[in-house]
């Protein structure tokens, strides 16, 4: 069967599953019927105000995470590489610790101060890594975001240290990840940012395939390296600040998918990208139906779920490559 169809079948029965399951009580086909307006007034109320845009927007942050790890891995050269390595989920981690601490309660506050933080630890990473003649090292880039999300951890257990139990119980809810503020305006908000950096990264396709052979060889075959990379930097950090804005800390699926689409599909980006988008979100739009079910009614935090799938996963890649 061909592959495309198995990812788009995928995906599609996992925001289907998404919808159907949840701790409201009510069986599959009331989640159907309410999501065509029939049946009950509150299981229609349900599904299209409360599960349809949290899985979607579930599916489409999970798909942007998945492309930002492709994105990086091809970057930095390195296979460990993913979303939050450079510094990216101490800066928002920070910016909404402290906006939780400061009792924003704002729908929107503590997700802008997420992205504030982000774009904060972007541009102190960027200027780290930019050495002589404006050159974008990519090894210090490696190495900045460490110690940017180093220091920024540091600061968020300063503040949690602090911070009465209830703050603490939210920030730490926030830092672990979930979709529990999900509605159709977050996932419009998230879906206008993350167009221009998805298409921008796409239209990159064919110059990752050369910068992932090196900086070298993809300079000799016509790559202007140093605004590409420039630009490959600006564009993943940007979508990464957004997911983190709407999601919070999730981690693993830029890291597992990427690995997975590659072992199954090869590494030509014009095939890996759009694939593991599908990949990415079916699985964060899974993750999120276990999230909310498997011990309803009380909700688990995405990130705990997208770990605990994502550890042994990785292990059986890396095993994989090590024989």
């Known amino acids: 069967m061909n592959r495309w169809v198995v990812l788009v079948a995928l995906a599609l029965l996992a925001v289907a599953a998404g919808i ?17 307006g029939h049946g009950d007034h509150a299981a229609v109320a349900i599904v299209r105000d409360l599960r349809v845009p949290r899985v979607l927007l579930a599916f489409l942050v999970g798909g942007s995470l998945a492309v930002t790890g ?28 402290a ?16 992205a504030v933080g982000a774009i904060a630890a972007i541009l102190l990473v960027y200027r ?47 830092l672990l990840g979930g979709f529990d503020g999900a509605s159709w305006h977050a996932l419009g908000v998230f879906t206008v940012y993350a167009i221009l950096p998805l298409a921008l990264l796409y239209r990159d396709r064919r110059l990752l395939d050369l910068l992932s052979l090196g900086e070298e060889p993809a300079r000799f075959l016509g790559a202007d390296v140093e605004p590409l990379k420039r630009r490959l930097y600006l564009a993943a950090s940007l979508l990464t600040a957004a997911a983190v804005a709407v999601s919070g800390i999730i981690g693993f699926v830029g890291l597992v998918v990427p690995h997975a689409i590659r072992v199954l599909w090869g590494s030509t980006h014009a ?17 999120d139906a276990v999230a909310r079910t498997a011990f309803a009614p009380l909700s688990l935090p995405v990130g705990v779920v997208t770990a605990v799938l994502g550890v042994p996963v990785f292990a059986v890649l890396v095993r994989r490559w090590a024989i």
């Open 70 to 97: 492709a994105v990086l891995q091809a970057l930095v050269r390195n296979p460990l590489a993913d979303p939050y390595l450079l510094g990216l989920s101490g800066g928002a981690g920070l910016g909404a610790v």
């Open 128 to 174: 780290l890594a930019v050495v002589a003649d404006a050159v974008l090292d990519t090894r210090v880039l490696l190495l900045g975001g460490v110690v940017v999300g180093s220091f920024a951890a540091a600061l968020v257990g300063a503040i949690l240290a602090l911070s009465p139990a209830e703050g603490l119980r939210s920030a730490m809810l926030w």
């Open 99 to 114: 906006a939780i601490a400061a009792g924003v309660s704002s729908a929107w506050g503590v997700p802008a101060l997420a």
């Open 20 to 36: 159907a399951v949840g701790p409201a009580g009510f069986g599959i086909g009331d989640a159907f019927a309410g999501l065509l």
């Open 271 to 287: 095939k890996l990208l759009p694939s593991a988008f599908l990949l990415g979100g079916a699985l964060l739009a899974a993750a």
